[in-house]
């Protein structure tokens, strides 16, 4: 990933979505609500982790590496 992570929100509710992109040290970078395009290019190389919600319930998990 270089510059921005793109969502599709198949069968959820895009307005009550929230994404959360943290660290490997647990700190939250990111958080963005009701948006389907996180812009990542702030943050320095590495591995980051991202969850995605739907009123407060986890609904994925996903890593990914920032080049």
């Known amino acids: 990933v270089n510059n ?16 959360e992109i ?7 970078v990111i958080i963005e609500n009701n948006n389907n395009t996180v812009n990542v290019a702030p943050l320095i190389a590495g591995l980051y982790f991202i969850t995605v919600k739907e009123n407060g319930k986890q609904i994925a998990r996903q890593k990914f590496v920032k080049e």
């Open 4 to 19: 921005q992570l793109q969502f599709k929100y198949d069968g959820y509710n895009q307005q009550l979505v929230s994404i």
């Open 22 to 28: 943290v660290d490997v040290l647990g700190k939250i």
